[in-house]
């Protein structure tokens, strides 16, 4: 699978960073988003258009932001192929609310939705074609709020823009990953206050990488901490975690 990070900023974004999204080639035409925060959405790109599912971690505006406008722009582009859009329950209002927004005569009609609760570890769906299963689990965050796992064969790869670190149920979902894409919102001087705001510093990354047994951590939702000095991020991380670490500026790509 080839992950592309569309943006990976916190919630205050930086010129060098827009808000989270993440567009995942998964091979043989299967494309999906996790999160639409980004303007950057709406660029010319046809295959962004083409995807297939949505999965939403949650409801704050930095992860929902442009869902709206890429349905519009979808729809403009005469789209009649299904998309599946996944969401945190207590999400569903304010998702809608941001796709009403955009689309005034109501939500296209390709459009399906599936909501769930985030909990300990869960199969959400397979994906036939590149012979993927999406799963989810609950993150530690300020409101319902999914990481996702992306599993093919004994590849797992898992996404978490937002959560506090040493959260069970992601720890559980990390559990082997081949890479952990992980909030690092706060700066490592100011660990306990980003637990304390459900969001993690690059040592509590560093941890949760540590802990799961991943081979790749991946800092994401970064801007705050990035803003200041990039090579803290590294430092703080490795503090506690041996194996690679990257910083997941936008346009970053990686491929597992
Ligand atoms: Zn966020
Ligand atoms: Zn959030």
Redesign the pocket.
């Known amino acids: 699978m080839r992950i592309e990070v569309l943006g990976s900023s916190s ?1 205050i974004p930086t010129i060098k960073g827009s808000w989270s999204s993440f567009f995942i080639d998964l091979g043989k035409g299967d494309r999906i988003l996790i999160d639409a925060g980004t303007r950057r959405l709406l660029g010319l790109r046809k295959d962004i258009l083409t995807v297939s599912h949505i999965f939403i ?2 409801r ?1 505006p ?2 929902v932001m442009f869902l709206g406008a890429l349905l519009r722009r979808m729809k403009r582009n005469n789209r009649k192929k299904p998309l599946t859009i996944f969401c945190p329950v207590n999400a569903f209002y304010h998702v809608t609310g941001f796709i009403r927004f955009y689309n005034p005569r109501g939500i296209p009609d390709f459009v399906n939705f599936e909501t769930f609760t985030p909990g300990d570890p869960g199969y959400l769906i397979s994906l036939s074609k590149s012979n993927t299963e999406i799963w989810a689990a609950a993150a530690c ?3 319902m ?1 999914a990481g996702y796992g992306i599993i093919q064969g004994k590849t797992k790869v898992v996404i978490v ?2 959560t506090a670190p040493n959260c069970k149920p992601l720890l559980a979902l990390a559990k082997g990953a081949r890479a952990l894409f992980h909030d690092t919102t706060f700066p490592t001087a100011v660990h306990s206050y980003a637990i304390a705001k ?1 969001h993690s510093s690059p040592e509590g990354a560093g941890m949760d990488a540590a802990k799961a047994g991943v081979q790749t951590l991946v800092l994401i939702h970064t801007s705050r901490a990035r803003a200041r000095d990039e090579h803290a991020l590294f430092d703080g991380a490795a503090r506690y975690f041996g194996g690679e670490i990257h910083v997941g500026k936008d346009n970053a790509t990686f491929t597992f």
């Open positions: 919630f971690t949650h704050h930095d992860h965050h300020t409101t709020t823009p937002d459900g």
